[in-house]
């Protein structure tokens, strides 16, 4: 079958750093990507990485490892607005569509 | 320029009755995709549609659940005899076009259905 696997939830501490991580397998791969939603809005997107590798936004990085079936999004200086669902999604190359995650609520500490 | 847009935001209605939800993607935006999203919960897939054809209807949780696409803008998700666990917030979100290069997916604010 075709699964995604992330932590339900996440706690850290305002200004801190944390890694959501997110492991796959699908049947096909074609890159990974990282959505971010706030209670009652709509998902976002944060990133995507279709080879292996650190992608760096601003406070934002998303990280792959095609060998492992492994990705990660990195936070860094949290803020209080940071505090949101994240979700990990795969492109799989047969059907072109996401295949989503359950997503990661992320709680953050003053 | 706009986003997608969703109609209504909110849709309360009583049980065995039949609704429509519409999605207005983004202009020029081929591929459009339907979402569940139950509370606390994450996305689940329900259908895509590339111009006015739909690939994949796998989604769809059973036959009372059906969406067209016209004139490759408008989407229209239609679910009959609606029951209780049909209750969540429906997301739609349009991209470029599905199945060259990586196409971000946007999503409009969703409507809420509650079923009575």
């Known amino acids: 079958g075709q699964s995604l696997e992330q932590p339900s939830e996440v706690t850290a501490v305002e200004g801190a750093i944390v890694q959501i991580n997110c492991t796959y397998q699908?049947?096909?791969?074609?890159?990974l990507s990282w959505y971010q939603q706030h209670d009652g809005g709509a998902p976002t997107f944060l990133s995507y990485?279709?080879l292996d590798g650190l992608e760096e936004t601003g406070r934002f990085s998303s990280f792959l490892s095609r060998s492992d079936s492994y990705g990660y999004l990195l936070l860094q200086e949290l803020q209080m607005k940071d505090s949101a669902s994240y979700f990990c999604?795969?492109?799989?190359?047969?059907?072109?569509?996401?295949?989503w995650g359950a997503g990661t609520k992320l709680i953050i500490k003053p | 320029g706009a986003g997608v847009s969703q109609s209504p935001s909110n849709k309360v209605t009583e049980k065995g009755k039949d609704v429509e939800l519409r999605c207005d993607p983004i202009?020029?935006?081929?591929?459009l995709y339907w979402y569940r999203q139950s509370l606390g919960q994450g996305l689940e897939f329900l259908i895509y549609?590339?111009?006015?054809?739909?690939?994949?209807k796998s989604g769809l949780p059973s036959d009372r659940f059906s969406a067209e696409r016209t004139g490759g803008s408008v989407s229209t998700l239609t679910i009959q005899r609606t029951q209780q666990e049909d209750s969540a917030v429906y997301l739609c979100?349009?991209?470029?076009?599905?199945?060259?290069?990586?196409?971000?997916?946007?999503f409009g604010p969703g409507t809420r259905l509650t079923v009575l």
């Open positions: 202009s020029g935006h081929t591929a």
């Open positions: 549609f590339q111009g006015n054809s739909a690939p994949d």
């Open positions: 990485n279709a």
């Open positions: 999604a795969v492109r799989d190359n047969s059907n072109y569509q996401l295949i």
């Open positions: 699908t049947s096909g791969f074609y890159g």
């Open positions: 979100a349009s991209s470029l076009a599905a199945g060259t290069g990586y196409n971000e997916q946007f």
